[in-house]
């Protein structure tokens, strides 16, 4: 085949693409094409950050930096390492329900100081699937080095699998590579916002079946399994949940933990959830983190999904993380 350049000669280029439609008598006439149904994604978004109805009030404890347009804000004038007055944990705690993720730069704080600043979210969870840091409440995540291979490169929320997931939780990176190794994260609150009105009617209500076998089973043996699946069956959550806290609907099914929707045949169900999880990958809902050592993010898991972008192995990526015990979705 010739090669086609800038240079070549119109003439030759028009052999590679047919003659438009014609109609009878030769006229040309307007060809139509159309694309898989759920496909098609451009347009102007609603891009709503804030509760509808709710007014942006200033912070007077704490200093905001935007990182995204719904998601994502570096929090600065903040010491971690110290208790949180009660005036400050209120400021911090709305801005987790504004910005979903909020980012803390050079904390450097130690696994006790992490644990103490998340416990003023509520109890810790502990996490028997993965592995563990200095105590039952961190999760130590070594990577890309010699360390365990990565499985948080796929749009998730935390532990869905839990009858009560996490409200969210606190990542510190210990080590970080020297490119790469970033976190993105995701509003589901947009996500749901965005919605045509008919996948609107069709899940509102709807219930569907969370496991932590899709995620985790190719991990484990059946010694661990067993005992795990006793620990954690399959419970069902609402496709669409309210945050307990602003209100906001939200979509709330992901890829590593749904298996199906309730009451729906499986080809539906797997129709239906395959384009429900791939809203989280619209850019225009997300941020993206690029990490230093010492820097922590603390996320809302109610209100989000995030992925850990696996780009940087032979080179060593450490982090730990304490999560906060959540409620039963709703
Ligand atoms: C997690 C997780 C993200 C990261 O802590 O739950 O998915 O960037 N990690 O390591
Ligand atoms: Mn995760």
Do not use: C
Not at 12 to 22: A, E, F, Q
Not at 182 to 208: C, E, F, H, Q, S
Not at 246 to 264: A, D, E, P, Q, Y
């Amino acid at each position: 085949m010739t090669a086609i350049t800038p240079d070549t000669p119109v003439a030759s280029r028009s052999s590679l693409s047919p003659p438009g439609p014609r109609g009878p008598g030769g006229a040309p006439t307007l060809r139509t094409a159309r694309v898989p149904e759920d496909g098609m994604y451009e347009g102007r978004r609603t891009l709503r950050r804030l509760p509808e109805g709710t007014q942006e009030r200033p912070y007077e404890h704490i200093e905001i930096a935007p990182q995204g347009r719904v998601i994502g804000a570096e929090i600065r004038g903040v010491d971690l390492s110290q208790p949180l007055a009660p005036a400050l944990r209120e400021e911090l705690n709305r801005a987790l329900l504004e910005w979903k993720v909020l980012f803390f730069r050079g904390q450097a704080i130690t696994s006790q100081q992490q644990r103490d600043f998340a416990a003023n979210w509520g109890e810790l969870e502990t996490n028997p699937l993965l592995a563990r840091g200095s105590s039952d409440e961190v999760v130590r995540f070594d990577k890309g080095g010699s360390g365990t291979p990565t499985f948080e490169n796929v749009w998730h929320t935390d532990v869905t699998f839990r009858e009560r997931p996490a409200l969210g939780a606190v990542l510190q990176l210990h080590e970080v590579p020297p490119v790469g190794g970033d976190t993105m994260w995701a509003d589901m609150a947009a996500a749901y916002d965005n919605l045509p009105d008919t996948v609107k009617a069709r899940i509102d209500g709807a219930r569907a079946v969370h496991d932590f076998i899709p995620g985790f089973a190719r991990f484990y043996g059946p010694e661990k399994l067993i005992p795990m699946q006793e620990q954690f069956p399959p419970v069902e959550h609402p496709v669409v949940r309210t945050h307990p806290q602003t209100g906001r609907k939200m979509l709330f099914v992901n890829t590593s933990f749904t298996t199906h929707i309730v009451g729906m045949d499986r080809e539906e169900s797997d129709r239906l959830l395959s384009y429900l999880v791939r809203q989280a990958h619209v850019p225009e809902y997300q941020v993206r983190f690029h990490w230093q050592a010492g820097d922590i993010a603390f996320w809302d898991n109610r209100a989000t999904q995030h992925y850990a972008v696996d780009d940087y192995a032979p080179h060593r990526r450490v982090a730990e993380r304490v999560a906060i015990e959540g409620d039963r979705p709703f």
